[in-house]
C-alpha cells in the first residue's frame, strides 16, 4: 500500500545532542511537511518542501533543519535539542501545494523524548 | 491571522449515543475545512472536508455543514461506536496566499460499550 512512513516511532535523545528524524513516502508526491504537535495542541507547520524548493515557516526555530534528497525522502534534523523540543513530529504529503482539492497524508509520526 | 477553535475533551460517550464536536474558526477570507481523524498508534486520516458555504462534507456516518455566518463546522454522528474513539481535528487551508493547513487543538472521543 502506498503510504508515509516515519522512522524512527519513538526516539530519545540527550539535551544538546542532534537528532535525526526521517519520512519516507510511496506516493510520488511533490510535497512533503514537517508539523510539531506538542501535547493537547493542534500541529504545528515547521516547515514544507515543494519538490526541492524549501519553506521555512517564519517562527519555525533555526534549531531545526530539513533535507529532501529525494522525491521520496525527507528528514528532520534537530541541532541542539532542548527540552521545549520534546514533542510528536509528523511528516505529510501531498500531491500539489494543499488547497481544497489535494489532501494531505499524514504518517504515524515520531514521538521525541528529551532527557 | 487564521485560527480554528474546537471543544475541548475529553468526550465520554456510550455506544449509539449523537455526537457532536463543536468547531469555529476564524480566517480572512473563504477557507476550505476539513476534519481529521487520529486513531491510537496512527498518523492522522482525513474524515470530510467542505470548501464552500452550504457545503456538507460526509464520511463514514460522520456529518458536518460549512457555515459560513456562524463560522462553524461542527461534527455529528448519528450513533458512535467504539471504534469510533479517536481524537478529532478541525482544520482549514486558503486557496490562496499561504497554503497550509491551521488545525485545532484536538478533542479526544471515548465511546464506551
Known amino acids: 500500500d502506498a503510504m508515509v512512513i516515519q522512522n524512527p516511532r519513538y526516539q530519545v535523545t540527550q539535551f544538546g545532542k542532534p537528532v535525526t528524524l526521517s519520512c519516507s513516502q510511496t506516493l510520488n508526491h511533490n510535497v512533503m511537511y514537517w508539523y510539531q504537535q506538542k501535547s493537547s495542541q493542534a500541529p504545528k507547520l515547521l516547515f514544507h518542501?515543494?519538490?526541492?524548493?524549501?519553506?521555512n515557516e517564519a517562527d519555525t526555530p533555526d534549531n531545526f533543519q530539513s533535507r529532501r534528497p529525494n522525491t521520496s525522502f525527507c528528514f528532520l534534523d534537530i541541532r541542539s535539542p532542548g527540552l521545549g523540543d520534546a514533542a510528536m513530529y509528523l511528516c505529510?504529503?501531498?500531491?500539489?501545494?494543499?488547497?481544497?482539492?489535494?489532501?494531505?497524508?499524514f504518517g504515524p509520526g515520531t514521538r521525541l523524548t528529551v532527557l | 491571522g487564521n485560527s480554528v477553535t474546537q471543544m475541548e475533551g475529553p468526550v465520554t460517550l456510550s455506544e449509539e449515543a449523537f455526537l457532536t464536536i463543536n468547531c469555529t474558526y476564524t480566517?480572512?477570507?473563504?477557507?476550505?475545512l476539513f476534519w481529521y481523524v487520529q486513531y491510537p498508534g496512527e498518523g492522522l486520516q482525513l474524515l470530510l472536508k467542505a470548501t464552500k458555504a452550504d457545503d456538507k462534507g460526509s464520511n463514514k456516518g460522520f456529518e458536518a455543514t460549512y457555515r459560513k455566518e456562524t463560522t462553524s463546522f461542527h461534527l455529528e454522528k448519528g450513533s458512535v461506536q467504539v471504534s469510533d474513539s479517536a481524537v478529532y481535528f478541525c482544520?482549514?487551508?486558503?486557496?490562496?496566499?499561504?497554503?497550509?493547513?491551521?488545525f485545532g487543538s484536538g478533542t479526544r472521543l471515548q465511546v464506551q460499550p
Open positions: 480566517a480572512t477570507g473563504y477557507p476550505s
Open positions: 482544520a482549514l487551508t486558503m486557496d490562496t496566499g499561504r497554503r497550509a493547513l491551521t
Open positions: 505529510a504529503t501531498s500531491r500539489e501545494i494543499v488547497t481544497s482539492a489535494y489532501e494531505q497524508f
Open positions: 518542501y515543494y519538490d526541492k524548493d524549501f519553506n
